[in-house]
């Protein structure tokens, strides 16, 4: 008896072998015969092989248990179809794999269970077809091995033919969902942030699993400067974000919208202290060596708040630091606050002192503004303004009145040492 081994190139010929074997009649006929057979065993294997498709069907509708079933049947159908036209792979229409492949990937099904029942179909396929070789137990003719052989290779070309067509689809529909999905939230975000009133928002919220009336915060994460990079470096912030930010809210919403990476985030009471104390230790170093700072708006309710959020976060974003390249923005000072927006009016309003007290202060590397600005925190105590900034108190008071001689004010009078504080921020 002849061996059974078979090399790479007779299995490259399994084609020839089967369209020449004295069997093939029969084959083509069991198939034919067995249409009822593949549909139920492929079915059967399926779901207890399969945990992902068995949970879906038990939860699935009725419509879903009919698509599934009219499935299994067009691949019986398919089979029979190549087997009955010279075992030609490229003879039937495969769309109904694509529509497949297609719907899988709208339902967020994992493309390797997908692919597991293929693998699985591949096996009833192979036995249904050996099923009509007859041979006794002891002994296999050599045309029946050499068929068997031939049609284990053709339906492992049959399975991976077809498992291509519906991966394909499934990446072609996946990629579609993300841009369709990515321009959706960006419509989104833009409408949220320009159109606050707009009636249809609360429509669209539905999409992204917010809810209209919840509580929101607005964190904006921004790149200071300018690179050929600024793509991959706005990615790589949103990433980190994500990982640090989505743990701590139950709903949100990310998105890159001219040059910023913004979250829009559903929280609870005190949620900007808590973002800001889980982003600013988290990804501190990463932020200042990559030029990169955090604004936090305060906690707001209502999507039509998201607006003003947005430019509470813009606020905070520019009073960070190096030192600080995260801010929430109730951790602004009013003072500050006030002066980043004053309009153009206020810095008309420049007295005759204010270039000279800014040249003195540089020249005194600092210490004047700074004595000054201490010494108001301080309730103008000058003994808790000289223990802050580690100095004798009469150095504290010799500053003070420095700042009295140049601007020709009182160092006793609040008005007075605010009026010199705020002329001197929006000049220097």
Not at 152 to 161: A, D, G, L, M, Q
Not at 312 to 327: N, R
Not at 377 to 398: E, F, G, P, W
């Amino acid at each position: 008896m002849k061996s059974n081994n078979l090399s790479a190139a007779n299995l490259s010929t399994w084609r020839e072998d089967v369209l020449n074997s004295p069997l093939r009649p029969a084959v083509v006929a069991h198939v034919r015969k067995s249409r009822d057979h593949i549909v139920e065993e492929s079915k059967k294997a399926n779901l207890r092989e399969v945990p992902q498709l068995a949970k879906l069907l038990a939860s699935g509708s009725a419509e879903e248990l009919q698509r599934g079933q009219a499935h299994y049947e067009s691949h019986a159908e398919a089979l029979i179809s190549v087997v009955e036209n010279d075992f030609d792979i490229s003879y039937p229409d495969f769309d109904f794999v694509a529509r497949h492949g297609a719907h899988r990937a709208r339902q967020k099904f994992p493309l390797a269970a997908t692919l597991h029942g293929y693998r699985i179909g591949q096996r009833v396929c192979w036995m249904t077809l050996c099923d009509a070789l007859t041979f006794d137990e002891n002994s296999m003719p050599e045309q029946s091995w050499r068929l068997m052989m031939a049609l284990s290779v053709f339906s492992f070309e049959y399975i991976n033919h077809i498992s291509s067509i519906v991966a394909d689809a499934y990446y072609e529909e996946t990629r579609r969902l993300e841009l369709t999905d990515s321009t959706a939230r960006a419509e989104f975000v833009d409408r949220l942030i320009r159109y606050p009133d707009d009636p249809e928002l609360v429509a669209s919220a539905a999409r992204f699993n917010l809810t209209p009336k919840a509580d929101f915060v607005t964190v904006v994460a921004r790149g200071l400067g300018s690179s050929a990079h600024d793509y991959e470096l706005l990615h790589e912030m949103r990433r980190r974000m994500e990982k640090l930010l989505f743990p701590l809210c139950t709903h949100r919403l990310a998105e890159i919208r001219h040059g910023d990476v913004i979250f829009l985030l559903a929280a609870t009471g005190e949620a900007d202290r808590k973002l800001e104390r889980a982003l600013d230790p988290a990804i501190h170093d990463w932020l200042s060596e990559n030029n990169c700072r955090i604004g936090i708006s305060a906690l707001r309710q209502g999507l039509n708040s998201v607006s003003g959020s947005y430019k509470d976060a813009l606020m905070a974003i520019e009073q960070t630091s190096v030192e600080k390249p995260v801010l929430r923005y109730n951790a602004i000072s009013l003072l500050e606050h006030l002066v980043s927006n004053a309009s153009r009016t206020a810095y008309r309003m420049k007295p005759a002192w204010v270039e000279s007290l800014i040249e003195e202060n540089e020249r005194a590397r600092g210490v004047l503004l700074q004595t000054l600005n201490t010494y108001i925190n301080c309730r103008m105590s000058a003994k808790k303004a000289a223990d802050i900034l580690n100095i004798h108190t009469n150095t504290v008071y010799q500053r003070i009145n420095r700042v009295e001689q140049i601007c020709s004010r009182s160092g006793s009078s609040p008005p007075d040492l605010i009026d010199i504080l705020v002329a001197a921020r929006l000049h220097l």
